[in-house]
């Protein structure tokens, strides 16, 4: 028995929701994941991951692999139990922390020699590594060791980097055995069309649980970013599940889902809540305005969450302001709630067929404050 089931509930246009099953609990798509890169997704504890809706996150394999060790995690019980969460994870394979963590990284046929952005001990990490450590981990979906090509990098490059990512895609997939873990291909080919085509025909003919388009979100001009997500969505299954990496702002996340995406992570939501800005209805927030000072009105009067019915504007400044834990705490909790939310709401408007109205009516009300 496959590790997912992924069910095509409905269609509207290209937008689609759906439902996918996992070991660790059913899961209704379009979805986002929120990112817990070192087992815990920042300030946040798993109940109130789940009180606010999580229902998947993601974990990264290049990180549990210098720190604490895949091994470590495996020998107690796995990622589920080490981080209390029972529901389904996803790792990303290391690819794109490797590549973007260490300069001084060396890519050859066989893997990727790095040094630990820690201790600067040196590793390689091999498509099969990268399998072994995720089947250690023992998350739901595991994710293809891949090259995340550059941006902007010539077609000569995306082209030899695709083909190394569909190489490496082969190779995982001989070496994945764990049947309870759902393994996706990563389809790159940088921002050209004959590349991108070529990796998505190239993934599924090797054949994968799920399909991810990556080298995105790297820099590039938003309209490369949405060209490539229509090219690549109608080469993929429409009976598996897609999902776009490392995407995005709420406004990529409903432009995402109109070009037929179902996943997305992003850490925008935890990393902005960190640093003050919220996100809300009427567009981003900077709580460290002067114009909060003395604003007793939630952060967004459409939001329901637990920060928008307990604390003020005024308050949160002040946290923020004086370096309070809780700032990050609340911070987190309502940009969270606030995507998630989001996509409960694309959802129920892909379910009653009036997506194309909801994305007009959502980006008609933003402007940043
Ligand atoms: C934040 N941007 C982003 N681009 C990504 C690309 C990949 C990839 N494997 O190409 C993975 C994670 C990513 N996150
Ligand atoms: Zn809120």
Redesign the pocket.
């Known amino acids: 028995m496959a590790a997912i089931q992924f069910r095509l509930l409905k269609q509207d246009g290209a937008a689609r929701l759906g439902s996918l099953t996992t070991p660790h609990g059913l899961i209704e798509t379009p979805i986002f994941m929120p990112v817990g890169t070192q087992a815990t997704v920042k300030a946040m504890t798993p109940e109130e991951l789940d009180a606010i809706g999580a229902r998947i996150i993601l974990a990264n394999t290049y990180h549990l692999y210098i720190r604490p060790g895949h091994e470590l995690i495996r020998r107690l019980g796995g990622l589920h139990r080490f981080m209390h969460w029972d529901r389904p994870i996803l790792t990303?394979s290391g690819?794109?922390q490797v590549f973007s963590l260490n300069e001084l990284r060396k890519i050859t046929e066989e893997g990727v020699r790095f040094q630990s952005h820690l201790d600067g001990s040196y590793h390689t990490i091999r498509p099969e590594d990268a399998v072994a450590i995720q089947e250690a981990l023992g998350s739901d979906i595991a994710m293809c060791f891949?090259e995340?090509t550059p941006y902007p990098a010539t077609h000569d490059y995306a082209r030899r980097s695709m083909e190394l990512t569909t190489r490496w895609a082969r190779r995982c997939k001989d070496a994945h055995s764990r049947g309870d873990q759902a393994l996706f291909g990563?389809v790159?080919g940088g921002m050209y069309r004959d590349l991108r085509e070529r990796s998505a025909a190239e993934l599924v003919e090797i054949g994968f649980d799920g399909y991810?388009v990556?080298?995105?979100?790297?820099g590039e001009e938003k309209e490369h970013m949405y060209g490539v997500m229509e090219w690549t969505a109608p080469l993929l299954p429409a009976d598996q599940p897609r999902y776009v990496?490392?995407i995005g702002t709420p406004e990529d996340l409903v432009e995402a889902v109109w070009r037929g995406f179902d996943m997305f992570d992003?850490?925008m939501p935890t990393r902005n809540a960190r640093n003050g800005m919220l996100f809300t209805s009427f567009g981003r927030l900077n709580i460290k305005g002067a114009a909060y000072a003395e604003d007793q009105g939630p952060v967004d009067p459409a939001c329901g969450c637990y920060v928008c019915r307990n604390y003020s504007r005024a308050y949160l400044r002040h946290l923020y302001r004086s370096g309070e834990i809780l700032a990050s705490r609340l911070n987190t909790y309502h940009n969270l709630a606030y995507y998630l939310d989001l996509m409960a709401q694309i959802r129920a408007a892909i379910a009653e067929g009036k997506f194309d109205s909801f994305r007009r009516e959502f980006h008609g009300r933003r402007e940043t404050q």
């Open positions: 990303d690819g794109f891949d995340c990563i790159q991810a990556g080298g995105l979100s790297v990496m490392g992003c850490v």
